[in-house]
């Protein structure tokens, strides 16, 4: 069997570079959308903690599936569903080995964080939290990492509590150890917030976990398309993030959890391809990963996830982590020196990403002047409402780079400040 | 492209910085809030009705230039109006602002409120301009109430 007619690719034919570089220019070539104007100024992109764009890589995959591939996998005995489920299948080794996770099985394929985490809460969750309980979270969280924890405490009875920030937007590691109980069966944390850049202790936060038997779950949304994450090494029980904010399609995420604890949890959602046998009296279920993917998944979202991984591997991530501290420092200089200009969270441990307000000027305002320059920011609460109220903004400007990023693209963004403050005085 | 002063007009920009009646209403027998959840603009409008009539109107929240000029100005013009009165000219300004009807050849009652015709290039900014307005007409409509755009 030979495998599908692939698009002939011209290869690349500069000369290999050093390892050490990293050539700006080529990854930029690499993602189609960054050529175009908006309102007829080049396109700067700040938003990728919203989504990132996505490499031809990825758009080719995706592509190719549907113009050679298309099957549905798991169930034909035919050329096309085999060459499907392969793809499919990996997918999910690459993204294993992304997490360094101890087994394939251990990755379920989600619509993104969101769904991870409500599958968590849902199943886990319904199972472990009884009335009295408590599941612990963070001042830091996205609604995503709130609203479904709220809603099964308000189901079993059991108390959500929250652990502060400080002034810089640190978790207080002695408040989050305080909180800490017998009570506490699950703690919920982000890994890199998306409201403030914050990169938090997990390591010594799932030490101080595990110590009252609570299982962990990490919310990696903001944290995998910008370091390394190695979640044995961590040791959390869970980590999810979706596909789009690592440079792949949107409405594909993962799930990451212990084979022990995914086996254990009943399922999320009923239906094709997550049974073993069905009659009308009893169905039993199909092993992890399967039983919880119910229904025919996203398959084109996981080729195109795969595609992406192998992008960002490409490209390293320590790579990465370099270019994108170097623009963070950069960035954090150049706004810090403009008049009346704030930083909302300057963690020492911080991600790319640059929360910023201005005296008597709303980030609404910033944003749309801003996107008369072709300068797409973020502007609003973040999905992050009480991280809001902890600084006492309604809301915030937010910048957040990613890997295609350049220095000149943070001058164009002064710049833009410089003139929200001519229009607005 | 859209020009930014056509946007930012001068009377929007100063009225954003000192907007009018930007205060709690002692004597409101009526009050609303309005939020919109997308950007967390948040006002509350304080009413005092006067039978069918606004006998004062006063507001307080945070939200961007346009919306908070919008509230400003919106606190001038409705001031004595019916609530008939006021429904027309939420509907006259409601045209203006999504382009239906041009500044020039809106009725003479919009007044000053046609200087929000350049939201209309803006569609995602069309909330912010109505925001308050919307909160008025719930404030109108009875009792404590919140509205959303959403």
Known sequence: ?425 | MPDLRELYQDVILEHSKAPRNYRELGAANRKAEGFNPLCGDRYIVYLDLDGDAVRDIAFQGSGCAISKASASLMTQSVKGKTQSQIEELFQDFHKIVTGQTSAESSAPEVGKLSVFAGVSAYPVRVKCATLAWHTLRAALAGGDQSVSTE
Request: hydrophobic fraction near 40%; charge should be negative.
């Open chain 1, 1 to 425: 069997m030979t495998p599908a007619a692939k698009p002939q690719v011209s290869e690349i034919t500069t000369p290999p570079t050093s390892p050490a570089a990293y050539d700006l220019h080529k990854i930029r070539r690499d993602f189609p959308i960054l050529c175009q104007r908006v309102n007829n100024r080049p396109l700067v992109y700040l938003d990728n903690a919203a989504t990132t764009q996505k490499p031809r890589v990825v758009i080719d995959a995706i592509t190719r599936y549907y113009e050679s591939g298309n099957a549905n996998i798991h169930r034909g005995v035919h050329y096309l569903s085999q060459h499907a489920t392969q793809e499919y299948e990996a997918s999910r080794e690459t993204v294993r080995r992304f997490l360094n996770a101890a087994d394939a099985s251990e990755i379920v394929f989600v619509r993104g964080a969101t769904e991870g985490i409500n599958l968590i809460a849902q199943t886990l969750g319904r199972t472990r939290v009884q009335a009295g309980d408590e599941v612990l979270i963070t001042a830091m969280e996205h609604h995503s990492n709130i609203v479904p924890w709220q809603i099964l405490c308000g189901e079993k009875g059991a108390r959500l509590r929250v652990a502060p920030i400080n002034d810089a937007g640190e978790l207080i590691l002695d408040e989050f150890t305080h909180l800490l109980g017998p009570r506490t069966k699950i703690v919920a944390v982000p890994h890199v917030s998306n409201a403030l850049g914050t990169i938090n202790p997990l390591h010594r936060m799932v030490e101080l976990a595990h110590g009252h038997n609570a299982a962990v779950v990490v919310d990696g949304a903001q944290a995998v398309s910008h370091l390394a994450v190695n979640v044995r090494a961590l040791d959390c029980d869970f980590y999810v993030f979706s596909g789009h904010k690592v440079y792949g399609p949107t409405g594909i995420g993962v799930l990451y959890g212990k084979a022990a604890l995914l086996d254990a949890m009943p399922p999320y959602q009923g239906g094709g391809d997550m049974i073993r046998s069905v009659t009308f009296e009893k169905t039993t279920y199909n092993k992890i990963p399967y039983k919880f993917e119910a229904g025919t998944p996203d398959i084109s979202g996981v080729i195109g996830l795969g595609a992406a991984i192998n992008y960002v591997n490409e490209v390293g991530l320590d790579r990465i982590a370099i270019h994108e501290q170097d623009l963070l420092r950069y960035a954090t200089e150049s706004l810090s020196a403009i008049p009346g200009v704030g930083l909302i969270g300057t963690a020492k441990e911080k991600a790319a990403v640059l929360s910023f307000v201005m005296d008597g000027i709303h980030p609404h305002d910033i944003g749309t002047i801003l996107d008369e320059e072709g300068i797409a920011i973020r502007t609003g609460h973040h999905c992050a409402q009480p991280v809001m109220d902890r600084f006492g903004v309604p809301a915030t400007a937010r910048a957040s780079l990613g890997l295609y990023n350049t220095r000149e693209e943070i001058d164009g963004l002064v710049k833009g400040i410089e003139k929200v403050r001519g229009v607005l005085g």
